[in-house]
């Protein structure tokens, strides 16, 4: 079967966000006060897994060792399909 899964990987708490800073600053600078402001990566994916589940595992295996660091990321998976 085919899933659409979705990974969305940011930073964990107390780690520093120098883009997301520089992005709050220039919103600013706009005229849009901005209280807070983070940034994430979003990662769309089709995979062929037998289920909801291995589709699921496959996309932590893939963050694990490829796309989080998991010393300072935090992900989420979402599976469709």
Known sequence: ?????TITISLKEGML?????AIKNAITNL??????????RLF????????REAAKAMAQKMCERL????????YEIEVAG
């Not at 005229?31 to 994430?40: D, F, K, M, V």
């Not at 769309?44 to 289920?51: E, K």
């Not at 796309?67 to 300072?72: D, G, R, T």
């Open 44 to 51: 769309r994916i089709r995979l062929d897994a037998n289920d």
């Open 1 to 5: 079967m085919k899933f659409d899964v």
């Open 31 to 40: 005229g849009y006060p901005t209280e807070s402001l983070r940034t994430a």
């Open 67 to 74: 796309l989080a660091n998991p010393v300072i990321h935090r």
């Open 17 to 21: 966000d120098p883009e997301a800073n």
